[in-house]
């Protein structure tokens, strides 16, 4: 168990650390999805499967493709113009940030309840049923706002590309 | 993996029994499913040479039986070219990731009864999410060649496999909200008795042309093989790859193939289910049986596709996508839920049947405008 964490965490922090400090723009994605995957295997580890698959799927499958389509569309597709320091100039701000986010999670994260419960995907179907259930019931206002904003911003691409094709 | 641990239990040490347990699934799998892909590649030169009114390999072997065999060291003892200004890490890794997702998915298909290498609780979901990972190997190949036609075929696959994601997923609720459970077993538990397979409602019919038709885009397949159209790209992600590398590809696209179809299998064709999967000494061999006959429908469904349809051009395949199935899905979803609310059966077939019908002559009458014209020529009278 502590073997698969440490390997895991090496994995995701390296990862990250690749992401930030690589050059070329579409290894920086591939380094980010490495990251993903990592923080997948973590959910897997924790018993808490649904994460673990929604993450590979919206992560992986959605957000670094979405990166992926905009690289694509840019000029720079094969990513080596740009001549950025590896880390850029203000890196010392951006460590700063980092930390502070870092150590209020952590102490908001200790404090909460749900530490105690840990592992909690451990309950065989339940997870999925549960989160279902809540999503329908206590939580179904935040749900149905973001389900109208999604909308809107669907019918809003359309309308955008709409457009594009009646000006040629 | 019940049948494993009882054939083992108490007959060698604990620690032995554990890693046979935890080993001999994997190996089983990985050895039954590349027997299979190397006999899928068999088959389907046999199959498109009947097509085509010829014979297909039939030097090697007894009907040509040791073709794979001949083209596997073919390939591998071929030289392995790599461009000078290729990205020689990426262009490594990308047919190593193209293989991985096909064979995870494996990990959550039920073979057979009481045989599935992991149970996850949340099967179908883990399948549906390793499978979209393959975009990303299909990206990277294009992109480390350094080729313009590979980096088209592989922006082409990345719109494509994008786009038929989202109906195959909307596809995919049907069967959950039908069988109650993400869990593979559970799916296929669900299909039990006389028409009990979720393929013979009309959401599961629906359901099951469009899951098998994003499956063979996502794949890309030949109706939908743009990604490597050999007639415009020349072989588009792939151009810059030969020897193994090369094999490896063809190796990820076929398991690929065949692991959609074990999932197809199980979500819409009862799985393991069949006549004689629950007898007491025999069922797991009749219920393997069951799966892999199925399975074998799905594949020759597959190479016969490839033999009889021609390849659909770009914008045809992205409006089929977004504007027929994923509609079609949606509605779907919603003749499945007049099932489920229906007073009784006949209801139910009644409802969800008349919106489905519906639906589709409405999404064909839309859509039907976008047909060319009839082609005049000038100078010919």
């Known amino acids: 168990m502590n073997f698969v964490f440490l390997t895991l965490s090496a994995i995701t922090v390296l990862g990250a650390l690749l992401a930030v400090t690589l050059r070329n723009l579409v290894h920086c994605l591939l380094a980010l999805v490495l990251f993903f995957l990592g923080i997948a295997g973590h959910f897997f580890l924790m018993r808490a499967d649904f994460l673990g698959a929604v993450q590979i799927l919206i992560y992986i499958g959605a957000v670094a493709v979405l990166i992926l389509f905009a690289i694509m569309l840019t000029r720079n597709i094969s990513g080596t113009e740009g001549g950025r320091g590896s880390l850029g100039g203000a890196w010392w701000f951006g460590v700063a940030i980092a930390a502070t986010l870092a150590g209020a999670m952590c102490v908001f994260v200790r404090r909460s309840e749900l530490v105690s419960k840990l592992p909690y995907g451990a309950t065989e179907e339940g997870v999925v049923k549960e989160i279902g259930k809540l999503l329908v019931s206590d939580w179904v206002v935040p749900l149905e706002i973001m389900a109208v904003l999604l909308t809107a911003a669907l019918i809003g691409a359309v309308v955008i590309a709409l457009e594009e094709e009646k000006k040629r | 993996m019940d049948a494993i641990h009882q054939l083992i239990n108490g007959k060698m040490p604990e620690w032995l029994g554990l890693a046979v347990e935890i080993l001999m699934p994997i190996v089983i799998v990985l050895g039954v499913f590349l027997t299979i892909f190397a006999l899928l590649t068999w088959v389907e030169r046999k199959a498109l040479g009947r097509i085509q009114n010829r014979r297909g390999p039939n030097r090697v072997g007894p009907v040509g039986l040791f073709q794979p065999v001949a083209d596997g060291l073919k390939l591998l003892t071929k030289e392995d070219i790599v461009p000078a200004a290729a990205d020689k890490v990426v262009h490594f890794l990308a047919p190593v990731l193209t293989v991985v997702p096909a064979f995870m998915v494996l990990a959550v298909v039920p073979v057979a009864k009481g045989f599935i290498p992991v149970d996850l609780n949340i099967g179908v979901l883990f399948a549906l999410a390793v499978s979209t990972a393959s975009v990303l190997a299909l990206f990277m190949a294009g992109w480390a060649s350094r080729n313009k036609f590979s980096l088209l075929g592989a922006m082409r696959g990345v719109a494509q496999v994008v786009s038929y994601e989202v109906p195959m997923v909307m596809a995919a609720v049907v069967v959950l909200m039908a069988a109650g459970s993400l869990s593979s077993v559970g799916i296929v538990e669900a299909q039990r008795g006389f028409g009990g397979w979720f393929v013979c409602k009309p959401w599961g019919l629906v359901g099951f042309v469009i899951f098998q038709l994003c499956a063979m885009a996502e794949v890309a397949r030949t109706p939908f093989d743009l990604p490597e159209a050999e007639s415009e790209i020349v072989a588009g992600y792939h ?143």
């Open chain 2, 239 to 381: 151009t810059e790859y030969s020897g193994f590398k090369f094999a490896l590809f063809q190796m990820g696209e076929y398991v690929a193939a065949i692991t959609m179809g074990g999932i197809t299998v199980t979500m819409f064709l009862g799985g393991y289910l069949g006549p004689g999967s629950d007898l007491p000494k025999i069922g797991w061999l009749v219920s393997a049986g069951w799966f892999f006959a199925k399975l074998g429908v799905i594949v020759v469904i597959n190479i016969w596709a490839r033999g009889t349809w021609p390849r659909v051009r770009v914008d045809q395949l992205l409006g089929f996508a977004w504007k027929i199935l994923l509609p079609l899905s949606l509605v779907n979803i919603v003749a499945m839920a007049a099932w489920h609310f229906a007073p009784n059966k006949l209801v139910g077939w009644g409802a969800s049947a008349v919106v489905l019908a519906v639906a589709l002559v409405v999404l064909v009458k839309i859509n039907a405008g976008q047909s060319f014209e009839k082609r005049s020529y000038r100078f010919i009278s």
